[in-house]
Structures are given as structure tokens and as C-alpha cells.
């Protein structure tokens, strides 16, 4: 068993630390965050493991924020006639009285960066490069230890970066890292680890290890998040509630699928929090695109529809823009469809049986719902994006990610994809409706033929 | 238990866990960590606690005992049913035995099934498809309680993701079948045995070229293994009336023999070893799915990525105060300086004849300088300009303490923001409260009044 990497994450007060680790942790409990200065006040670690095997320590420590008169304190250090290298100040001044009284707080971070193995220096790039950072940077490197810069903030419109990469390379620190830990890149820890591996030599294998681990994790959470769409979608589409054609019952009826539906989805976008790692109360405080006042609107609003570009069908367009959007087929349209796609799947037993019983409730004049293929866009729409958010959003993020229309159309207009389409003929396939069997294998099937598409 | 019921009953919780919300898992998943190993084992380990702990173990057990059981009853029904086949097709031995109705009987039914099995399995495995919803069905009507009803679905969904329910059926189907034909080769060769038996071909239709044709076609194959094919003599006389010669009868009934084995019996033997091979090597290939969303979120709990390591350094009860004064010297003048203002601002405003400028406070040389210049010369007042963007560090405030010492009067002077851009509030409270604190009056614009003549 290796010995974990250490790393000390340091840097000037406020300029998210603590937030870094959350996002390298993917953990939004850790620490205290907030724009105060001096929140975090004591050290904390974490540990990052691959297969249950200690790989990275990281440790969150307080803010620096007096170095320009610790800086001179130390150069006061030293005796007439006696020339001290780094390290050997900062031992005599971590065993003086300052160390525990005016530079307390500064202390703990020099103590910490000398007892690992790599330093990253966390840097707000909004900031203006001032004479502060500087003296930072000297009191950090009187440690002894490599320091990798981290740019935060850099997704902000009004980062300084070209100020900082000239000032660290004047300091002679070239390599450095953009990571915003609110809207982490999506290759970020990637080159991070690159980075520090370029730093540490001998702990190339495991930040390898680490990067491999945490790509195979990504891509598995990202399968996961469309299985978990797919279902959604699939019990969507084969939802189907029969009421009788009576303008009131119809209402009502409306009301409760699109209740249903709306729970459904809901409960989909929990999943998906859960599975990447973000706290349920994280979208009720109005983060997520979902709650928003934009995404808040009516699911079944057709002005919502229009509003992402969703062609409503014209014939469905009298139901949608009623408030529904629902599309009422009167059962002898989709029996076709339905025996066709049982035929198809040889599920003629099957389709026989729900043909009879929909059959006797056309006779006695009534009619079924069935969720819009708009709303079935809109729902793969709103979980894609949901989706992309998640993938780009840090465990540090506080507020609500703006997510952009997708502009690819395939989901908007033209077909649905098949497995939807035949979905549509299994009424036991949608945990919406009454007795449900989820675990046919065709269901399955069909739920990972979708995921692929997705 | 083997691997293949270990991942059976892992399968099994996650449904149940999908279907029914999440088991008491504390202890399971405690001890499953403690194990170690990678993530399938601890997500195994887990399952199979929770399952023993549960009574699925024994569900299982039951089951596999029920299958066993009925296995030896389609097996022992296969017996019978391939005697059944031998007896109708030689019949008592009173009336001669049209070779080809005893042919049709012997394999007619046989290679029937054996196509649609054959033709299920190439097209899209329909058949696996049939017989597994019949086996849900089955198991829903069978499920004694809501604890084993998801053992089923769990065996199929197991099996189906990797398309290996076609080759264990296949497995089944082929050796039952295979079991049929050898009880039928054994009553078979036992009749033959112990019975004197004539064979005929019948015909009204067909002429006799034909049924020696077919004959020697059909034989060809058994020949190459060494079974007898009538001659053409033994077979024309053979359609008037059945030969009581020994040599007839005999080649007639090698003949049968090797048209059995080779037709009847070598299929399914080459199909059931086919579908053994098949399955096995896919059952040792059988892998927990990780992807699936059941397991995704077992990995925190059972293996997590990271986990906090606690406080290694406490924070201490208060941080450093920062004492506050003023100067008791003799002071003179009104003087304005800014600290860590960026080269974005112009600087310095219009100022009064009577303010002195004391320029922009950044690096450590900057201060020395002017709090040398101050110390010497304190002026009565003084006007420190701040951009609240910064941070109001310890630092910064250690340096603002620092001049108000320096001077009879002091405030500060918060800027506004560059036109086209906002003060974040929060940070603007945070200097707020650390002003007050070091109880100096602060405004966000600037008090030039105040600065040049003493009075507001």
C-alpha cells in the first residue's frame, strides 16, 4: 500500500479554498463556506481513494491574510551577521511566540504545507495581482515545497488572467492550473492532476490512478443519469389513464396525469441529484433549472413548449394550448399502432388482452389519455439539460447555473425515438399505471436501447 | 454458494431496494467496508448480509431445491415419453413395421421442435422471451411472500443482460430432449433384441425408385459410422411383403438404429454441448452491472471516494484582535491615501490645496515609508480610501488600525464601484462590520468637507 499524496490546498483568504476541496471531493458538506474572510480558522483533511486505497490527502487550511507583516517579521528573524535559508526561518519562527499570538492563523498553513508533500495555491483570478500576493507567494515558498497555482473564478467575465500568469512567471511559477470550483471544466481534475504530477514525480502512478478512476467514474454516473432518464421517459409514454368522455371527468382525469407525470419527473431529478452527489435541498434552494422561475412554468403550458422550441403538433395543438397538452386518442387510433408493435415484439397475448378490455371501454364511450409526444420532448429536454448542469456544476456552487437551450433539434421535432413509440403499447410498463411490470426483460430492453440514444 | 447465486441474490436486493425503498443497510454496509476488496465484492458482500439477514438465503435454497425437483420430473418424463415413442413406433411385433411411420414416430416431433427452437434463437431470441415471462408469470403465482417475490425477475434480468437465459434454456430444452432420445434408442434396441420384428414401406403414390432412394440417402450418413444399408434388392422386396430372412431383418433394423442416432440423438448431443459451453463460458463472465443506478449509489456508502479526515488543526477560541487608537502627538494637516486600489481606478481625485496626497499603500515598502512619514508628522486628519471588491483581511485592517494610530481623526472612505460593475452587498457588510469594530466612521463617498476644514 502506497502512502497517500499530501497536499495542503493555501492561499489568500476568500479565495475559495475550501471550496476547491468540496469540488475535488465532489462532497458539499465539507467545511463552512461563506463570503466572510477568515471562515475556515482550523485544518481539515480529506481523502480520496481508488478500490478502498488512499491516493490523495488534501488538507483545507485557513486564509493567509496578514503575509505582508509576516513577511517582515520573519526578515526581522534574523541576527546581525547570520544568513538563514527558508526553511530554517520559518522553523524559528514557528517556535517563537508570534506563531501562536498575532500570525496564529498563518502559522497553521506554513505548519501544514511543510508537512506535505505539495502546496496548491488557490488564487481569486478577479483579483488585481497586488503586492500582498506576492509576499504570499514568498512566505509560501520559504517552505520548501512545490506550489502549484490554481486560478479560481476564471468563468467569471471579469478574471485577470494574463495579470497572474505574468506575475507567476516572474516569480517563477510556471505551471499552473484554471479551475473554477463553482463551474469546474469538464477535464479540470483531469489537468489538475496533470499538473501536479509534472510537480511530484514520484507520485505520477497514483494521480494516474486517480485520474483513471475518476474518468471511469463520470462516464458511469453519466450512464446511470440516462438510464435513469430513460426509465422516466418510458414510463411517460406508456402512461395511460381511460376515463369516460364527460367534459368534467376529462378535466379532472387531465389533471391527475399531468399530477402524475410532474411526480414522476420530479422524483427522476431527486435521482439524479443523489447520483451526482448534490443534496436534495440543493434544488429546492431554487439552483436547479427545474425550480426556477423560467423552468418553473407549467409543464404543459404550451407556451413553455413553444418557449424551447418544441413544435407542437397541429392537431395536438388545440389540447396543448387548453392547458393540457395531453393528447386525448380516441382508443381505435392506437389499437393499430399497439398491434402492431405487440406483433412486432410477439407480445400478441398480451396486446390481445388489453385490446378487449379497450375495446369494451370504447364501446361503452370511453376514451383515453395518454402523455403528448411534446411533453415527452419537453421532459427528455429539461432532464438532458438538468444532466448537462450537473456534469458542470462544482460541490461548491451556491447559486443557480443558467443552462442554455441545446441547440441540436433532434429532440424537438421529427420522430420519437422507437423504444418510446413502442412503449406506447405497454401499458404495464409504466409505473404510473395500475399493476406494473417493470422487470419484463422487453421493458428492460427497451430502457437500454433509449439510454443509448440518450 | 457459487458465484452465480451470489450475483442471483445481489440482483435480487437491488430490485427489492428499487421496488420497496432502501433497507436498513447500516451494519451491512459497515461491514462491507471492513472487508475490503473492490467495489463488486463489497457491493456482494453487502447483499448477500442483507439477503441472509432477510431469510432470501433460504428462499434460494428453496427455490433451487423446487427446480431440482422439477427437473427430475421433466426428466423422468423425458424417459418415459422417449419409451412411449419406441413401443408406438415398433409396436407388439404381431403386424410388420412400415419403417417410415416407425421413422416419422421415432423423430417426426423431435425435429420439429428442434427447428422452432432453432429459428427462435436466431431470430431476436423470442423464444428466451416467452418462457421467461412464463416464468414470471409462474413465480408471481408461486411467490409466498413479498421478501422472495423479486427472486425470479432477479434471475431473468441477471441472465437476460447478457443474453445468456437463450443458452441455459437451450441447455435445458436440448438435454431433456437428448435424455428422450437415448430412452427411446435403449427400448429401441431392447425390442429389437428380444422381439422378431418384419419391416415394410407402403405406397400407393410413390413407386419404388423413390423409397430406394430415400433409404439410401438417409443411410448414407449412418453408413459412414458403420450401420448397415439394405440392399437395393432387400429394399424393392421389402415394399411386397416383410422378408423373413435374418439378414434382411437385421440390416433393416441397423439401419433405424443409425438413422435414430445420427438424426436423433447426434443433434441434440452437439445442441445441448453447444448451449453447456455457451452458458458456462458466459456464467464465469457474468459481472455485476455497475452502471445501473441501484449500484451507482451504493458506491459512496460501501466504497467512498473521499471521506473527511476530521480537523487536524483546531481553530483557536478568537483570532488576533487588532487594537484601535489615536495619536496623542501634536497633529497638523489633512491627508488622503488609498490602499490596494487597482490601476483600473484613476487616482487620485480633486483634492483641496490644504489635503496632501499620500498616493496608493500596496506593497510593504510603500507602507514603511509613509508610516515613518506619519509617525513623525501625524496630520489631525485622515482619509483612507478602500475598494470594498477586496477582502477586508486581518491584514488590511491591521494596516488601516495601524495609520488611524497615526493620526487625531480618521475615517474611511469605501469607493464605489467602477461604472459598469456592482458591489457584491455581502462583501460590503463584511467591511462594514470590521470598520465598526475598530470603531472608525466610514462613508461611501467621500468627505472632502470634513478633510479640508475639520467640520461636516
Known amino acids: ?454 | 454458494m457459487t458465484e452465480l447465486n451470489n450475483l442471483w441474490l445481489t440482483e435480487t436486493i437491488r430490485l427489492r431496494e428499487e421496488h420497496a425503498g432502501p433497507l436498513d443497510d447500516l451494519e451491512a454496509n459497515r461491514l462491507a467496508r471492513t472487508a475490503g476488496g473492490d467495489l463488486p465484492s463489497r457491493i456482494q458482500r453487502r447483499a448477500l448480509w442483507l439477503a441472509e439477514r432477510d431469510g432470501l438465503t433460504n428462499a434460494l435454497t428453496h427455490w433451487l431445491q423446487g427446480a431440482r425437483l422439477a427437473l427430475l420430473v421433466l426428466a423422468a418424463l423425458a424417459v418415459v415419453s422417449g419409451a412411449g415413442l419406441a413401443f408406438a413406433a415398433l409396436g407388439d411385433g404381431q403386424v410388420p413395421v412400415n419403417v417410415f411411420w416407425a421413422l416419422g414416430s421415432l423423430l417426426g416431433l423431435n425435429l420439429i421442435l428442434l427447428l422452432s427452437w432453432t429459428l427462435g434463437l436466431v431470430f431476436a431470441g423470442e423464444h428466451g422471451a416467452t418462457l421467461g415471462r412464463l416464468w414470471l408469470w409462474l413465480s408471481e403465482k408461486f411467490a409466498r411472500d413479498a421478501k422472495a417475490a423479486q427472486l425470479a425477475p432477479a434471475l431473468l434480468l441477471l441472465l437476460q443482460r447478457h443474453k445468456l437465459n437463450r443458452w441455459a434454456i437451450g441447455v435445458l430444452v436440448n438435454s431433456v430432449w437428448l435424455l428422450a432420445m437415448l430412452s427411446a434408442l435403449a427400448i429401441l434396441l431392447t425390442l429389437m433384441a428380444t422381439r422378431r420384428y418384419g419391416f415394410v414401406w407402403e405406397t400407393t403414390l410413390l413407386s419404388a425408385d423413390t423409397f430406394v432412394a430415400m433409404t439410401q440417402a438417409l443411410g448414407a450418413l449412418p453408413a459412414l459410422l458403420g450401420f448397415n444399408v439394405p440392399t437395393v434388392e432387400m429394399i424393392r422386396a421389402s415394399g411386397d411383403a416383410a422378408l423373413n430372412i435374418e439378414s434382411a431383418r437385421q440390416a433393416w433394423a441397423t439401419w433405424l438404429v443409425g438413422v435414430l442416432v445420427v438424426y436423433g440423438v447426434f443433434p441434440r448431443l452437439l445442441l445441448a454441448l453447444f448451449c453447456l459451453w455457451r452458458w458456462k463460458t458466459g456464467r464465469a463472465a457474468l459481472r455485476l452491472d455497475l452502471n445501473l443506478p441501484g449500484y451507482a449509489q451504493l458506491r459512496e456508502r460501501l466504497m467512498p471516494t473521499s471521506e473527511r479526515l476530521g480537523i487536524s488543526d483546531a481553530a483557536p477560541d478568537q483570532l488576533h484582535r487588532i487594537e484601535s487608537g489615536v495619536s496623542e502627538l501634536h497633529s497638523n494637516g489633512a491627508l488622503l491615501v488609498a490602499i490596494e486600489l487597482d490601476d483600473q481606478r484613476p487616482w487620485p481625485p480633486y483634492l483641496p490645496k490644504t489635503v496632501g496626497n499620500a498616493g496608493i499603500l500596496d506593497s510593504r515598502e510603500s507602507r514603511h515609508k509613509l508610516l515613518e512619514q506619519l509617525s513623525r508628522f501625524p496630520p489631525a486628519r485622515l482619509l483612507i480610501a478602500c475598494d470594498p471588491r477586496r477582502s477586508p483581511d486581518r491584514g488590511s485592517l491591521a494596516l488601516i488600525a495601524e495609520l488611524a494610530r497615526n493620526a487625531s481623526a480618521t475615517r474611511v472612505w469605501l469607493l464605489q464601484a467602477p461604472p459598469g460593475e456592482a458591489l457584491d452587498a455581502a462583501r460590503l457588510g463584511d467591511w462594514h462590520t470590521a470598520l465598526q469594530q475598530l470603531e472608525l466612521p466610514f462613508a461611501d463617498c467621500a468627505p472632502m468637507n470634513w478633510l479640508e476644514t475639520g467640520h461636516d
Open chain 1, 1 to 454: 500500500m502506497t502512502k497517500p499524496l499530501k497536499l495542503a490546498v493555501v492561499g489568500h483568504t476568500n479565495v475559495g479554498k475550501t471550496s476547491l476541496l468540496r469540488t475535488l471531493t465532489r462532497d458539499v458538506g465539507f467545511g463552512e463556506v461563506s463570503h466572510r474572510p477568515s471562515t475556515t480558522r482550523h485544518v481539515e483533511g480529506a481523502r480520496l481513494s481508488v478500490d478502498g486505497e488512499p491516493l490523495l490527502d488534501l488538507y483545507d487550511t485557513p486564509g493567509l491574510e496578514d503575509a505582508i507583516a509576516l513577511l517582515d517579521y520573519l526578515e526581522r528573524l534574523e541576527r546581525p551577521g547570520e544568513r538563514l535559508d527558508g526553511p530554517a526561518r520559518l522553523a524559528r519562527f514557528l517556535e517563537g511566540s508570534e506563531a501562536r499570538q498575532r500570525f496564529e492563523q498563518e502559522a497553521k498553513v506554513l505548519r501544514q504545507l511543510q508537512a506535505s508533500d505539495a502546496g496548491l495555491y488557490v488564487i481569486d483570478a478577479r483579483e488585481p495581482v497586488l503586492a500582498k500576493y506576492r509576499d504570499e507567494l514568498e512566505v509560501l515558498a520559504s517552505c520548501g515545497k512545490p506550489l502549484l497555482p490554481v486560478l479560481n473564478f476564471v468563468s467569471s467575465a471579469n478574471h485577470r488572467e494574463p495579470d497572474w500568469r505574468e506575475a507567476l512567471a516572474r516569480l517563477g511559477l510556471h505551471a499552473l492550473v484554471r479551475f473554477d470550483s463553482v463551474a469546474p471544466p469538464e477535464d479540470g481534475e483531469r489537468r489538475l492532476y496533470e499538473s501536479l504530477a509534472l510537480l511530484l514525480e514520484n507520485a505520477r502512478p497514483q494521480l494516474e490512478r486517480l485520474i483513471a478512476d475518476q474518468q471511469a467514474q463520470r462516464l458511469a454516473r453519466q450512464h446511470s443519469a440516462a438510464r435513469l432518464i430513460a426509465e422516466l421517459l418510458i414510463d411517460c409514454a406508456a402512461c395511460r389513464r381511460s376515463v369516460a368522455s364527460n367534459a368534467e371527468q376529462e378535466q379532472h382525469a387531465i389533471s391527475e396525469l399531468r399530477k402524475a407525470v410532474r411526480q414522476r419527473e420530479q422524483r427522476c431529478v431527486e435521482a439524479l441529484l443523489k447520483l451526482y452527489a448534490f443534496r436534495p435541498q440543493d434544488a429546492a434552494a431554487s439552483d436547479l433549472p427545474l425550480l426556477d422561475g423560467r423552468w418553473g412554468d407549467d409543464l404543459f403550458n404550451p407556451e413553455t413548449l413553444k418557449q424551447l422550441g418544441v413544435r407542437v403538433g397541429s392537431g395536438i395543438a388545440a389540447g396543448a394550448a387548453a392547458g393540457a397538452g395531453v393528447d386525448l386518442l380516441v382508443g381505435g387510433l392506437t389499437l393499430g399502432a399497439a398491434a402492431l408493435a405487440g406483433a412486432i415484439a410477439g407480445g400478441a397475448l398480451q396486446t390481445a388482452r388489453s385490446y378487449g378490455s379497450r375495446l369494451l371501454g370504447k364501446i361503452k364511450g370511453q376514451r383515453e389519455l395518454t402523455v403528448d409526444d411534446s411533453v415527452l420532448r419537453l421532459l427528455a429536454l429539461r432532464q438532458r439539460q438538468l444532466l448537462q448542469a450537473l456534469n458542470t456544476r462544482g460541490h461548491a456552487a451556491m447559486d443557480s447555473i443558467q443552462v442554455a437551450t441545446p441547440q441540436d433539434k433532434t429532440w424537438r421535432e421529427g420522430k420519437l425515438p422507437e423504444a418510446l413509440n413502442k412503449a406506447r403499447a405497454y401499458p404495464q410498463w409504466s409505473s404510473l399505471n395500475p399493476h406494473p411490470k417493470l422487470n419484463q426483460a422487453e421493458r428492460q430492453e427497451q430502457i437500454d436501447a433509449l439510454a443509448q440514444q440518450l
